[in-house]
Nanobody, 121 residues
Framework: QVQLVESGGDLVQAGGFLRLSCAAS????????MAWYRQAPGKQRELVAA???????NYADSVKGRFTVSRDNAKNTVYLQMNSLKPEDTAVYYC???????????????WGQGTQVTVSS
């Protein structure tokens, strides 16, 4: 069994910062890409940032220059540093990991349960 557990969500004022963490645990052989998504009320889930095992990153245009994604492969953990937060960043943030549970397994997506980020104006 594989679990992804996010932490770090909170209520913060506009202009503030937060750091989200997501740790993957359980029966894991290897993790490829890891990513952060978010879903605001009444909106579709959207990609925020992603990072490959080798460290290549990509970001949604709305967060470029404000958010930074990083990972610690030894800890199977991905982070999202969020600076200069805006009210429109308010959402539930989910992490996703593309991973294999064994050498013979194929790559599958696993999701965390989400962590709430609320930015007040």
């Amino acid at each position: 069994q594989v679990q992804l557990v996010e932490s770090g969500g909170d209520l913060v004022q506009a202009g503030g910062f937060l750091r989200l963490s997501c740790a993957a645990s359980g029966s894991i052989f290897s993790i490829n890409a890891m990513a952060w998504y978010r879903q605001a009320p009444g909106k579709q889930r959207e990609l925020v940032a992603a990072i490959t095992r080798g460290g290549t990153t990509n970001y949604a245009d709305s967060v470029k220059g404000r958010f930074t994604v990083s990972r610690d492969n030894a800890k199977n953990t991905v982070y999202l540093q969020m600076n200069s937060l805006k009210p429109e960043d308010t959402a539930v943030y989910y992490c996703k990991a593309d991973l294999r549970r064994s050498y013979s397994d194929y790559v599958r997506d696993y999701w965390g349960q989400g962590t709430q980020v609320t930015v007040s104006s």
